[in-house]
């Protein structure tokens, strides 16, 4: 199943490679990058809120 689910990735990519330049693959890694950004963020800013309150 896995294997499948990467061929068919690889295809899909491929294809926008080609007949798109990339344009949706690079704007999906783009979005990923964004919620992946933002997830590190609001983890970092959790943990100091955590610290500040253990030191008070």
Known sequence: MFRLLLVILVLVVG???VVHQGA???EAWNG???????????????????????RD
């Open 32 to 54: 990923i990058v964004r919620l992946t950004d933002s997830s590190v963020e609001g983890a970092r800013n959790l943990g100091e809120r955590a610290r500040t309150e253990v």
């Open 15 to 17: 294809y926008d490679a």
């Open 24 to 26: 949706y693959t690079r």
